[in-house]
């Protein structure tokens, strides 16, 4: 690891073994967990618990003051403008692209709601078939308000059978032969479940052209994207994208969201749900009558932001600048998650995807594709035999043992190695435990 990388770990808080339930580690009980779980929630970095404190502070003995007369110059009313540069730089966006607002599903309600305008001839979304649940809700729900049954407006795409992730050709296919009735293409930019990354580009550029006349709609949900791969949504032309920060960007549950909307926009497309935030700043404070929304991304905030949730995304941000930012740490990351599978694929148990389909035999096959131009940070492992209930003898075993990952039932644990904060040596130790975990399970069953 690089020096600037190994300080970065010392950034954040690490959970103990002894505070994790990892029983089975009792003389080293006071030492880190093998903390692989960044996928799901990030860790807390020490700059954001400062400046979390800070803010506590400062509301308690300025309190209302705080939005205009701030000694750190964090003034309340402006305090998102600390943010959404750095923001801007992790996807690839001009600064009035983005705005840092909101939560996850609520944001997509709002851009589907600003993008979604489905016709009698053009009204179907295109999604993946494994969606996370929340945007699978929202798709079938925006389409009845329009009008439309569920099952006549979605197009779901599965992988093919005996496969686990989906083939670029398939999509784009998809987009070929359905285009003429799609209106909003939208996809994860990395799948929560497989943790494949989706080649956003080019399915941004086919949906564009094939319905270029209509004006189709590109969107993607990059909860499981942002902060751990690079992306670059202004030269993709991507018409707009949310996501959540407190994944990769390490800013906390439930925290603060976000939205990009792309700069072709800003002169045409009015936010439908007005709100106070949205207002031009100049003179929001002057209580207007007549809303005169902030251009771009930023006039479709509706509500001041949680200044709490705001700085501790802060803190986190600071520390992907001191990392050298989002390139610094991909490259972190492909080495990492690479070393994470070699190891995996020399365990005894595991099972080559090709062989995995109802094995009897005890093990695991990685469902995450190979190809690192494919994938994040994530490796996605599905236990065999499936509904056998080994996965959750597994997880528990290695909660036990203080490696924490994830699991998706019936069968899938997701480990991820986060650059920011995960080393090679985790990562042979979380297979070492799995090893151990499975060489007892078989001998329970012999």
């Known amino acids: 690891m690089n020096s600037r990388l190994e300080n970065t770990r010392e950034e954040f808080v690490f959970p103990l073994n002894r505070d994790v339930g990892a029983t089975m580690v009792s003389t080293d009980a006071a030492k880190p967990c093998v903390y692989l779980c960044g996928n799901s929630l990030g860790l807390l970095s020490k700059r954001s618990k400062t400046l979390v404190m800070e803010e506590l502070d400062i509301w308690g003995r300025r309190a209302v003051e705080g939005h205009f007369d701030h000694p750190y110059d964090r003034h309340w009313k402006d305090i998102t403008d600390h943010v959404n540069p750095a923001l801007a730089t992790l996807v690839g966006a001009n600064v009035e692209e983005v705005a840092c607002m909101g939560t996850l599903t609520a944001n997509l309600h709002l851009m589907m709601n600003a993008f979604y305008k489905p016709t009698p001839e053009r009204f179907k979304i295109l999604c993946e078939a494994r969606a996370f649940p929340s945007d699978q809700y929202a798709f079938a729900s925006q389409a009845q308000a329009h009008g439309f049954a569920p099952e006549d407006a979605i197009i779901e795409i599965s992988p093919r059978q005996g496969e686990f992730y989906l083939r670029e050709s398939d999509i784009l296919d998809t987009i070929t032969k359905e285009g003429d009735s799609i209106a909003l293409i939208l996809f994860s930019g990395v799948q929560y479940y497989t943790g494949q990354w989706f080649p956003m580009q080019s399915i941004t550029a086919a949906g564009h052209t094939k319905a270029s006349h209509a004006g189709a709609i590109v969107g993607w949900d990059l909860a499981h994207a942002v902060g751990n791969v690079p992306l670059g949504l202004h030269d993709w032309n991507v018409d707009f994208a949310v996501w959540c920060s407190y994944k990769y960007l390490n800013s906390g549950p439930g925290g603060i969201a976000g939205i990009f909307v792309h ?86 148990f595991y099972i080559p995807p090709a062989a995995s389909h109802d094995s009897a035999k005890h093990g695991f096959t990685i469902i995450t594709p190979e190809e690192s131009s494919c994938r994040g940070a994530q490796l996605s492992l599905l236990f065999l035999p499936t509904g056998s209930g080994l996965m959750q003898r597994i997880i528990k075993y290695l909660k036990l043992n203080g490696v924490i990952g994830d699991e998706r039932n019936p069968d899938v644990i997701r480990l991820t190695p986060a650059p920011l904060y995960n080393t090679e040596e985790e990562c042979l130790r979380a297979v070492e435990v799995l090893n151990k975990g499975l060489e007892e399970e078989i001998e329970k069953t012999s």
């Open 263 to 348: 700069d072709k926009w800003h002169s045409s497309l009015l936010p439908k749900q007005a709100g106070w935030w949205g207002h031009d700043p100049k003179t929001r404070f002057d209580m207007p009558r007549q809303f005169s929304p902030i251009r771009g991304a930023q006039g479709f905030q509706q509500s001041n932001p949680s200044v709490l949730a705001t700085v501790s995304l802060l803190g986190s941000l600071q520390v992907f600048q001191s990392a050298g930012g989002i390139q610094a740490l991909r490259t972190r990351s492909i080495n990492l998650t690479g070393t994470l599978e070699k190891h995996l694929r020399l365990s005894r």
